[in-house]
Nanobody
Framework: QVQLVESGGGLVQAGGSLRLSCAAS????????MGWFRQAPGKEREFVAA????????YYADSVKGRFTISRDNAKNTVYLQMNSLKPEDTAVYYCGIKVFNSRSYDYTSKYAYDYWGQGTQVTVSS
């Protein structure tokens, strides 16, 4: 079992910044990748960013490239999402996910590849 706890969401004006955190506990020693997704009302959960331990690399959706940065602190088992130059269209519930099992898909952009999810944190960007 793995538990993920997100924090750092809130209300911010357009152009502002927020930093989200995702703390993992439990069976995390065999992690493949961790990612951030978001879901706006009436829309599907969409990929935002991911960090893969296999090649120590970060990947981003085109919509956030250059504005968001994913990073990790291995000692704290925590992944961060620094969000700058926020836009109203970034408003959504942000979820952290992790893949730990050697099964399913290895496509980090697909929500179906992840084995566990956090409870989500609301990000609201006002215009």
């Amino acid at each position: 079992q793995v538990q993920l706890v997100e924090s750092g969401g809130g209300l911010v004006q357009a152009g502002g910044s927020l930093r989200l955190s995702c703390a993992a506990s439990g069976r995390t020693f065999s992690r493949y990748f961790m990612g951030w997704f978001r879901q706006a009302p009436g829309k599907e959960r969409e990929f935002v960013a991911a960090f893969t331990w296999s090649d120590d690399s970060a990947y981003y959706a085109d919509s956030v490239k250059g504005r968001f940065t994913i990073s990790r602190d291995n000692a704290k088992n925590t992944v961060y999402l620094q969000m700058n130059s926020l836009k109203p269209e970034d408003t959504a519930v942000y979820y952290c996910g992790i893949k730990v099992f050697n099964s399913r898909s290895y496509d980090y952009t697909s929500k179906y590849a992840y084995d566990y999810w956090g409870q989500g944190t609301q990000v609201t960007v006002s215009s």
